[in-house]
């Protein structure tokens, strides 16, 4: 499994969580956006509509109907009725669940950061577990760690 920890900075992350589903479209892959609060799916659900217009960015929520056909599905669980290989973690919370995807992205902003270095800490030692940590700069993700 490979773990990415994206560190927003200033910007929310629905401003941010569509260039990274933005680039998983370009590649064929499937991706399950995951929030415990639904105004956050809201706006997020909103920022995949609105913030590249150019780049048709189909999505749905997992309670509505066609969940199985979404490539970016966005749910309060984690768990993929489009069986995505993908999943954000958009809240910054770490689940289990999350073990079962291929590869995780958990963003988080300045104010998670604690959260994030103790997620971080529950895959010391872990050999099946590549951690990776990316922080945006001048609009792109750089990779730091």
């Not at 030692?125 to 750089?142: M, N, S, Y």
Request: charged share 30%.
């Amino acid at each position: 499994m490979r773990i990415g920890f994206y560190l927003s900075g200033a910007h929310p992350v629905e401003r941010v969580l569509p260039l990274i589903a933005r680039a998983a479209k370009a590649q064929g892959q499937r991706m399950l956006v995951v929030a415990e609060d639904e105004a956050l799916l809201d706006r997020l659900d909103h920022a995949l509509w609105e913030q590249f217009p150019q780049d048709f960015l189909a999505h749905g929520r997992a309670e509505a109907p066609h969940a199985e056909r979404q490539p970016v599905l966005l749910s309060t669980q984690c768990s993929a009725a489009n069986d995505a290989t993908l999943a954000a973690l958009a809240d910054g919370h770490w689940r289990p669940e999350a073990e079962s995807f291929e590869r995780v992205f958990l963003f988080f902003d300045e104010g998670g950061r604690t959260a994030a270095r103790a997620s971080w800490r529950l895959f010391d030692g872990r050999e099946d577990v590549t951690r990776e940590f990316h922080e945006l700069e001048g609009g792109k993700w750089v990779r730091k760690a």
